[in-house]
């Protein structure tokens, strides 16, 4: 087995901040994704990434970036904070068999706060 | 334009009943048809999966159905128990680009 470890857990910041959350994974899984989960509500991609090196954007990666300089890593950068970010950003990995996504794992997430 | 769309958006059902999820799409390249669930303040999990070269995948309490020609997939959850009570989340995979399509969730709640 493996685990994926998101740190911070909780992260507060001030509006127009510059923050950045990291992920780290030891199931050796090629592809990376970074979510975003409001209150109540589903999962919104981030930035993906399917080998070190690379990235993809989502759906909503406007104000943010990410860096994947490792297999096992992959960061995301909240370039100015909004107070309408406040939500839980998840981090999982997956391995690609045939090309295609397999299991997604997640991490435990972080809580960003915006004062 | 979402191109995946979960019914209902909450459930009630009583415990011992089955629970009946529904998950529908537009794109006919999506080969790979996960349920995910989640916990209340934990992250989501895979529950179960399938491919389409099967219309039906049981495991255990949980049964995947799923309709090629109508594009739409279904969770069957038999003899619910409030253990089961969650946030179910389809997602399935777009083509060989690893990016998941995900629903918005149908909420459960299993009253004992």
């Known amino acids: 087995g493996g685990i994926i470890t998101q740190t911070p857990k909780f992260l507060i910041g001030q509006e127009g901040q510059k923050l950045t959350l990291k992920c780290q994974q030891n199931f050796n899984h090629d592809t990376m994704y970074w979510y975003r989960q409001d209150s109540g509500k589903g999962l919104r991609l981030i930035y993906y990434s399917i080998t070190e090196n690379d990235l993809q954007k989502g759906d909503l990666s406007e104000g943010y970036d990410a860096s994947r300089e490792k297999k096992s890593s992959f960061s995301l950068t909240v370039t100015s904070a909004q107070k309408n970010e406040m939500a839980v950003f998840l981090c999982?990995?997956?391995?690609?068999?045939?090309?295609?996504?397999?299991?997604?794992?997640f991490g435990s997430g972080t809580r960003l706060t915006v004062l | 334009q979402q191109q995946v769309r979960q019914s209902p958006q909450s459930l009630t059902v009583w415990e011992g009943e089955t629970a009946i999820l529904n998950c529908s799409y537009e794109?006919?390249?999506?080969?790979?048809f996960p349920w995910y669930h989640q916990f209340p303040g934990e992250s989501p999990a895979l529950l179960i999966a399938?491919?389409?070269v099967s219309n039906k995948k049981e495991d255990g309490r949980f049964t995947i159905f799923f309709n090629k020609r109508e594009k739409k997939f279904s969770l069957h959850i038999a003899d619910s128990q409030p253990g089961d009570s969650a946030t179910y989340f389809c997602?399935?995979?777009?083509?060989?680009?690893?990016?998941?399509?995900w629903g918005l969730g149908t909420s459960l709640v299993v009253n004992p």
């Open positions: 997602a399935p995979n777009v083509g060989d680009n690893s990016k998941l399509i």
């Open positions: 999982a990995s997956s391995n690609r068999l045939g090309g295609h996504a397999e299991t997604l794992y």
């Open positions: 794109d006919s390249t999506f080969d790979y």
């Open positions: 399938i491919r389409p």
